[in-house]
Structures are given as C-alpha cells and as structure tokens.
C-alpha cells in the first residue's frame, strides 16, 4: 500500500502534527487525497517556540486548517516529572488524550501520527501508548523511512525536508533525574542561544548543574573557536557548560 491508497481508503482524519519532517510529509499527503483533514498541535513546555513556528508556516503553506491546544506545565504530572524510563509512555498517553477529545469534537474517528518505518517500536515507549490508543501510524503503514521521507518532502517543496530531526526537551534531561518547568526553559533557552550562533542538529544536555554540549563532528572546530562567546551565552542558565567530544 502507498500513501495515495491509503488516504483513499482514510477520507477523513485528524493528524497529530508537530511541524517535524514527518508529520509535515503526512499532513501533506493528507490534504491531497483525503477529503477532511485537520491538524493538531500540542503545544507544552517539553516543544520549543520555533517548532510551533514552524508548524504554523506549513500548515499555511498547505492550505491546512491546524488548532494548537496548549497543554504548557500540565504534561509535568508525577509519573512525567519524575522522569522513569517509561516517561514517553505517560507523556504520550496525555498529549494524544488531548488530541482525541478535540477530534472527537470535530467529528473524526481516525487519529495519524507521523511514525515512520524506520523508527524502532522497541525502544520507543511512545509507541506502545500509540498502540492503546488506536493511532495509526500511515507512514509506518506504508513503509516509508525517514530517508524516503525527506526525500518525497523535497519533491513536494516542503521546506522541512532537511529539517534535522529534533526530539521533545524532556530528552536532553538524564532518566531519574526530575523535571522542572525551570530547567526545560533552562536547554531551551541555550539550545536558541546555539542556533542564533549558527549551529544546528545539536542537543543541550543537562549533566548535573551544567551543559553538556553534543555537536556533530563538522562543527566541533566551529565551536572551539566559538568557546568564549558559548561561555558566555549559556552561563546564565548552567554553572558549567562542557563539550562532548564523542561527536553525534
């Protein structure tokens, strides 16, 4: 089955979208075969401000009605916050909870997600929470990866194609270590401070009280002769900010 037989067979559905590659890809293909789509966004403290950017343009640009739902420190709930290795399961459970009510109200009965085939379901609980929870997975479905994917996006001129991917700020935080609201505005804050730099494709990571930086090889030399400006952009929010040498 292809992307086209699919969404002849699903003419109407609601789409988890969160202005990544995939979804992006999946929300256009949705607007042109099926015959009502809507777009979901759910905006919380684990989603920079430029991913809803983002997901506003493409949306624009397809021509595709979107509704943001703004869940902010609501997702921190005890099971989230305490950050256990299941924490994606919980989190999931409670953004697509949300994404269900309001497609219920609008009237759908089918809910996509962009999960690709080329994720692993084995070491993605998010993707157990999917399962519960009925949501389909077209681009899974489909066989598509994350290589195809971007390139079906170039072709449909989406400008996401090459976006680098970019997992929820929850992640840049070491499993057991608690979540706060602080500390998310904390990596944001620094990951913003990197990208105004030029730099892309890195994580923050929270590494006790400081940063630890991981950086693909081609801009760890752009970095060293960056170190006092870094130094200087991410101490007020870390007391040491150090730079991960295995390159990512």
């Given at each position: 089955?292809?992307?086209k037989e699919?969404?002849?067979?699903?003419?109407?559905?609601?789409?988890?979208?969160?202005?990544?590659?995939?979804?992006?890809?999946?929300?256009?293909?949705?607007?042109?075969?099926?015959?009502?789509?809507?777009?979901?966004?759910?905006?919380?403290?684990?989603?920079?401000?430029?991913?809803?950017?983002?997901?506003l343009r493409?949306?624009?640009?397809?021509?595709?009605?979107?509704e943001v739902?703004?869940?902010?420190?609501?997702?921190?709930?005890?099971?989230?916050?305490?950050?256990?290795?299941?924490?994606?399961?919980?989190?999931?459970?409670?953004?697509?909870?949300?994404?269900?009510?309001?497609?219920?109200?609008?009237?759908?009965?089918?809910?996509?997600?962009?999960?690709?085939?080329?994720?692993?379901?084995?070491?993605?609980?998010?993707?157990?929470?999917?399962?519960?929870?009925?949501?389909?997975?077209?681009?899974?479905?489909?066989?598509?990866?994350?290589?195809?994917?971007?390139?079906?996006?170039?072709?449909?001129?989406?400008?996401?194609?090459?976006?680098?991917?970019?997992?929820?700020?929850?992640?840049?935080?070491?499993?057991?270590?608690?979540?706060?609201?602080?500390?998310?505005?904390?990596?944001?804050?620094?990951?913003?401070?990197?990208?105004?730099?030029?730099?892309?494709?890195?994580?923050?990571?929270?590494?006790?009280?400081?940063?630890?930086?991981?950086?693909?090889?081609?801009?760890?030399?752009?970095?060293?002769?960056?170190?006092?400006?870094?130094?200087?952009?991410?101490?007020?929010?870390?007391?040491?900010?150090?730079?991960?040498?295995?390159?990512?």
């Amino acid at each position: 089955m292809d992307i086209k037989e699919f969404f002849e067979e699903t003419k109407e559905a609601a789409i988890c979208f969160s202005g990544g590659v995939d979804s992006a890809y999946l929300l256009s293909q949705a607007v042109k075969y099926a015959v009502k789509v809507k777009a979901y966004y759910v905006k919380s403290c684990f989603q920079p401000e430029f991913e809803l950017e983002d997901a506003l343009r493409l949306a624009e640009q397809l021509g595709a009605e979107m509704e943001v739902l703004n869940l902010g420190t609501s997702v921190l709930d005890e099971k989230v916050s305490s950050n256990p290795p299941d924490r994606c399961y919980y989190c999931k459970k409670k953004i697509m909870g949300a994404i269900k009510e309001a497609a219920a109200r609008d009237g759908f009965d089918t809910i996509l997600d962009g999960t690709n085939a080329s994720d692993d379901a084995g070491d993605r609980p998010g993707m157990k929470a999917l399962g519960e929870m009925k949501i389909l997975s077209p681009l899974r479905i489909c066989g598509l990866t994350k290589d195809e994917i971007r390139s079906l996006s170039r072709e449909e001129g989406l400008f996401t194609w090459d976006k680098p991917a970019y997992a929820c700020l929850a992640t840049r935080i070491p499993t057991g270590v608690a979540i706060s609201p602080e500390m998310l505005r904390k990596v944001e804050n620094a990951e913003a401070a990197l990208m105004d730099m030029g730099f892309s494709d890195f994580r923050v990571r929270v590494f006790g009280g400081g940063a630890r930086l991981q950086l693909k090889e081609a801009q760890m030399a752009e970095a060293l002769k960056k170190r006092e400006e870094i130094v200087k952009a991410l101490k007020p929010f870390f007391n040491e900010i150090l730079l991960d040498m295995e390159a990512r």
